[in-house]
């Protein structure tokens, strides 16, 4: 059988479609552990924040919120992520012996 200019141009838009959402998900699986990285360290490293909430006529009851624990918890899930998509590329690019 001869392949056609139609069937060489449809594998390519396959490959192209392959690639773009190849690149489309390692970015997602590297920015998405970054930014909570960045944000958990933000956050911990502010520890408390105020919240100002109104009484009327200038007086203000201020409530002190903890922010430290949420911010642990993205700096630990972000340095996850990125260790398994470390992993991950670790695996997926080592070439295989047939």
Same mark, same amino acid.
């Given at each position: 059988m001869e392949a056609t200019q139609g069937d060489a141009a449809t594998v390519s838009a396959e490959e192209a479609q392959r690639t773009m959402i190849r690149r489309w998900s390692w970015t997602v699986a590297v920015g998405l552990p970054l930014i909570a990285t960045i944000v958990g360290i933000a956050l911990t490293s502010t520890g408390t924040i105020e919240q100002w909430n109104s009484l009327g006529d200038d007086m203000y009851d201020v409530a002190m919120l903890a922010v430290w624990p949420a911010g642990l918890v993205l700096l630990s +899930? &972000? $340095? $996850? &992520? $990125? /260790? @398994? %998509? @470390?992993? /991950? @590329? @670790? +695996? $997926? /690019? %080592?070439?295989?012996s047939s």
């Open positions: +899930v &972000g $340095l $996850l &992520g $990125l /260790t @398994a %998509t @470390a992993l /991950t @590329a @670790a +695996v $997926l /690019t %080592t070439k295989r």
